[in-house]
């Protein structure tokens, strides 16, 4: 695609509910990342993927969290059992290889837990 | 002690001027800086890479000192359309771009 992909643009839920949050990186792009976005804070790195392999997943925050990219595409971010400190801005980023390349960013999914 | 601190703004400037953002960094060992411009509500975008022996694209120079460990951004002859939130990012250290991001510099340009 033209850019980074990201679906839901919003979505809304209920404590103690799952979420999964896709994200389609622009296509040829190996590396894929996760970052989340409270409001008036830069993006915190969640974790990331070369190809399909999760290499960094040091900023889970907790075991609610994991993400797959099991053919080296699209990834998905799953929160089980939301909690209300969950609610924020969840952004994609890709780039072309592993090494410090440029990040393109999605449009984020916003997500409130209610 | 936050990784990379900024100074919150806003900076409240009239059209034409210049305005400087400044960063500290924490791990010495960072190799790789870069100024992200996020719109609001928008996705963070790379505005332009730090050198060490200074950059400059176009009205915007960035300057990084490793021994004060400290990122510096200046724009000249501000515009209406530079309004944005200004992100100081670090790479740590890891071979791919893990990138820590500054809370961001807010910019608010008025006619």
């Known amino acids: 695609g033209a850019g980074v992909s990201q679906s839901p643009r919003y979505k809304v839920t209920k404590r103690g509910q799952d979420v999964a949050l896709r994200c389609d990186p622009i296509?040829?792009?190996?590396?894929l990342y996760w970052y989340r976005q409270a409001l008036g804070q830069g993006p915190e790195f969640l974790t990331y993927f070369n190809y399909e392999a999760q290499q960094d997943k040091s900023g889970l925050p907790n075991d609610r969290f994991s993400a797959e990219r099991p053919e080296g595409s699209i990834s998905t971010l799953t929160i089980q059992r939301t909690e209300q400190r969950d609610s924020a801005m969840y952004r994609c980023a890709s780039s072309l290889g592993g090494g410090n390349e440029k990040l393109f960013f999605g449009s984020g999914t916003q997500l409130s837990v209610l | 002690r936050k990784e990379v601190e900024q100074d919150p703004g806003p900076f409240n400037v009239p059209e034409g001027a210049t305005v400087a953002f400044n960063c500290t960094y924490s791990?010495?060992?960072?190799?790789?800086f870069f100024w992200y411009r996020q719109d609001c509500r928008k996705e963070p975008k790379l505005l332009m890479s730090?050198?060490?022996s200074g950059n400059e694209d176009g009205r915007f120079t960035a300057q990084l000192n490793r021994a004060s460990q400290y990122i510096s951004l200046l724009i000249r002859d501000s515009k209406l359309s530079d309004s944005a939130t200004y992100l100081c990012v670090v790479n740590r250290p890891g071979g791919y771009n893990k990138l820590i991001f500054g809370a961001g510099t807010r910019l608010a340009v008025h006619p």
């Open positions: 730090v050198y060490s």
């Open positions: 296509s040829g792009h190996v590396s």
């Open positions: 791990n010495s060992a960072s190799q790789s």
